[in-house]
């Protein structure tokens, strides 16, 4: 004859607890895995959106420099904006050309030091060749930068591409 033992050690499932606990380790499990792919799709689009607007603001800046070739600084305007075609009317583009400031250069020729006469004759000419020098690459040289704002109004973005025209064909002033 055999004997039964109790129904309890001879168990083919789980118990409700166990089954409960495991759902909640499951849960944490697909909740971390669905924010890191989350964030990695958000970053995704980021980086596609940063390497858009550099395309377009290169591609901005090589049409400005075609319109302006061979034409004097004083033809060019200043600012303009706008926005891109389909499928970019997201881009919004914004243009700026600056005069680049240059230090006075007289510095540069000597006339720092505290013993030098500034009204010698020879520190006078490096002072004129200096601030003359600055003048010309002022006026010479302007920096044309490219915005291109894009993303939300909760999370705004941009990019912004520089570059710096001079103009050799300018002549050269003896005048300070």
């Known amino acids: 004859m055999r004997?039964?033992?109790?129904?309890?050690?001879?168990?083919?499932?789980?118990?409700?607890?166990?089954?409960?606990?495991?759902?909640?380790?499951?849960?944490?499990?697909?909740?971390?895995?669905?924010?890191?792919?989350?964030?990695?799709?958000?970053?995704?689009?980021?980086?596609?959106?940063?390497?858009?607007?550099?395309m377009l603001a290169r591609q901005k800046l090589a049409q400005f420099e075609i319109d302006h070739r061979g034409k004097p600084f004083s033809e060019a305007s200043t600012e303009s904006s706008g926005t891109f075609d389909s499928p970019y009317e997201k881009f919004r583009w914004k243009l700026k050309v600056t005069e680049l400031p240059f230090p006075d250069l007289?510095?540069?020729?000597?006339?720092?030091?505290?013993?030098?006469?500034p009204n010698e004759a020879g520190n006078a000419t490096?002072?004129?060749?200096?601030?003359?020098?600055?003048?010309?690459?002022?006026?010479?040289?302007?920096?044309?930068?490219?915005?291109?704002?894009?993303?939300?109004?909760?999370?705004?973005?941009?990019?912004?591409?520089?570059?710096?025209w001079v103009d050799f064909e300018k002549p050269l002033s003896l005048q300070p």
């Open 3 to 54: 004997i039964r033992s109790p129904l309890y050690l001879h168990q083919n499932g789980f118990t409700l607890l166990e089954v409960m606990i495991a759902i909640a380790l499951m849960t944490m499990a697909f909740g971390s895995i669905f924010t890191v792919q989350s964030s990695s799709l958000g970053m995704s689009t980021r980086a596609k959106n940063i390497v858009i607007a550099s």
């Open 106 to 117: 007289s510095l540069l020729l000597g006339n720092q030091k505290k013993d030098v006469d």
């Open 126 to 164: 490096e002072d004129m060749i200096g601030k003359v020098v600055s003048g010309y690459l002022s006026k010479a040289t302007r920096e044309v930068s490219v915005r291109i704002d894009f993303g939300t109004e909760k999370k705004p973005a941009s990019h912004v591409i520089s570059t710096y």
